[in-house]
T-cell receptor
Framework: GAGVSQSPRYKVAKRGQDVALRCDPI?????LFWYQQALGQGPEFLTY????????KSGLPSDRFFAERPEGSVSTLKIQRTQQEDSAVYLC????????????FGPGTRLTVT | GENVEQHPSTLSVQEGDSAVIKCTYS??????FPWYKQELGKRPQLIID?????GEKKDQRIAVTLNKTAKHFSLHITETQPEDSAVYFC???????????FGAGTILRVKS
């Protein structure tokens, strides 16, 4: 079946612009995660949803970052007033249910802030 | 919180040789340890995982071992092939929330 998809795949934003990144998880997957991957580093946790509930947002680096999943499927990560340090690949992952640990990743959105 | 250290950062092996990548973790509550392979510009792909109730798991040329007492786990790739060349990440998670804490990655180069 279809895997996790993300759009756009590449985004260039001028500093100060707002961006919205979309994640379509695997159909039926309850849990959804966002990670940030800087160049040459491992992914770092940002936030986690179980269905539409955001259960953990401890990894969001500032209040400029906001994520939502209003109907428990598609999720959007929004970054307001982008800064150069926001440049990274933003990865979305989904898993079948809480307690089912296997996470399947999307291809990521590469954000470049100029 | 959890901290995962991964070594080495780069590893070059000759085709057909074995490769071993090691990780340590800090939180004794962690109970799930996946390994991901990431090719340049691609998504991380789960290649093998282990839960804390077992010490070893094997899948063809890939094996993972876990030492809960020492809080370390390792990835073993035997009979390496050029297509094994990629960045490998270890990760750890505790039960609640299932968020993964990743190591910094190992660049594996298999020379033919």
């Amino acid at each position: 079946g279809a895997g996790v998809s993300q759009s756009p795949r590449y985004k260039v934003a001028k500093r100060g612009q707002d961006v919205a990144l979309r994640c379509d998880p695997i159909s039926g997957h309850v849990s959804l995660f966002w990670y940030q991957q800087a160049l040459g580093q491992g992914p770092e946790f940002l936030t986690y949803f179980q269905n539409e509930a955001q259960l953990d947002k401890s990894g969001l680096p500032s209040d400029r970052f906001f994520a939502e999943r209003p109907e428990g499927s598609v999720s959007t990560l929004k970054i307001q007033r982008t800064q150069q340090e926001d440049s990274a690949v933003y990865l979305c992952a989904s898993s079948l249910m809480s307690g089912s640990n296997e996470q399947y990743f999307g291809p990521g959105t590469r954000l470049t802030v100029t | 919180g959890e901290n995962v250290e991964q070594h080495p950062s780069t590893l070059s092996v000759q085709e057909g040789d074995s490769a071993v990548i090691k990780c340590t973790y800090s939180d004794s509550a962690s109970n799930y340890f996946p390994w991901y392979k990431q090719e340049l510009g691609k998504r991380p792909q789960l290649i093998i995982d282990i839960r804390s109730n077992v010490g070893e798991k094997k899948d063809q040329r890939i094996a993972v071992t876990l030492n809960k007492t020492a809080k370390h786990f390792s990835l073993h790739i035997t009979e390496t092939q050029p297509e094994d060349s990629a960045v490998y990440f270890c990760a750890a998670s505790v039960e609640y929330g299932n968020k993964l804490v990743f190591g910094a990655g190992t660049i594996l180069r298999v020379k033919s």
